[in-house]
């Protein structure tokens, strides 16, 4: 089940609250006493930050697995709408500061992590994203992950609704996103149930594993499923979605968007799945959202993040679809999928 800390720092009596949170976060990923307490220190450093520098952010940690899951990481995705920075490699450098600290913060929580990035766009905010991984796992979650994303739950809930699966490596992957009818438990049970079918059936293609999700969530509310299969042996995208998990592509510069057919998976009669084929080429780019995202959410500027994280992509779509006064309206999930040639990183 996908659970979510997610805590809005809007002064500094609330750091440490987020604090807290990213510590139930590591103890859930099975991180020692001192993986931990170096998610403490990045949590309290980029919390810290989003009061002293933006007027308030948002901390949300989640446990992630690699591609085959055979490992668990914490990862924690700080988010603002604050004036962003200009200089990000200046930032990162010890000494650096603007608000008369010591300026060792961005760069402490580099040290201390598996993975660490930063994206600030001035006028519009601040992104930083990091992985802390057990010691024998750090090597798998070093390199800026290929496919990841992020959840949120509607009303601060301990579990979220959406869920994001994927099998595969370098080459050939399965990707799945999951909505659970409504939100909750019961809404968690049922993208529950898909990610654990698609963890051992990844490899079918979509219009297969849509037909046997519908058999396996029958006992469950249902849920609206997207499926992407990418063959970059073949430069071939296969989507098929069922719902309202919604998807755009970025290819030959310009975005489309891949509609999935209504219905509900586990429930009713399921259509027969048509699947889209695309080709699949390098610098291309694929978004998965679950509607908890406002559908007209602008795509402009984020292919140019083709390098960065995939999971610091996501944050910056979410983050870029709403402001900081904008309540969810509903569990919110956000995947990215990128080409493999840059990186082979992969997380969920």
Known sequence: MTRVWDVAVSDSTLVREARQAVGEAAAAAGL??????????TATELATNAVKYAGGGRIVAEVVSDSWGNARALQILALDHGPGIGDVDRAMADGYSTGGSLGTGL??????????????????????????AAPEHRALFAAPAVTGGMHLALGGRPECGDGLAFRGGPGHRTVMLAD?????AGAAE???????????????????LLRLLHTELRPTRGAAVA?????????RLTFCGVGNVSARHYSGG??????????????????????????????DLLVLYTDGLPSRWSS???????????ALIAARVFRNAGSAARPLRDDTAVAVVLHTEHSAGERE
């Open 32 to 41: 020692d006493r001192a993986r931990a307490g170096d998610a403490a220190l």
């Open 107 to 132: 760069g402490a929580c580099a040290r201390a992590c598996d993975h660490f990035e930063v994206d600030g766009v001035p006028g519009q905010g601040t992104l930083a994203l990091a992985r802390i």
């Open 180 to 184: 659970g009818l409504g939100h909750g």
């Open 190 to 208: 049922a993208s529950d149930t898909a990610v654990r079918t698609v963890r051992h059936r990844a490899g079918e293609s979509p219009e297969s």
């Open 227 to 235: 499926v992407a299969d990418i063959d970059e042996s073949a430069h």
């Open 254 to 283: 310009r975005w489309e968007t891949l509609l999935s057919q209504p219905g509900i998976v586990g429930a009713f009669g399921l259509r027969t799945p048509v699947p889209l084929r695309r080709e699949w080429n390098r610098g």
């Open 300 to 310: 402009e500027g984020i292919e140019r993040l083709v390098d960065r994280d995939a």
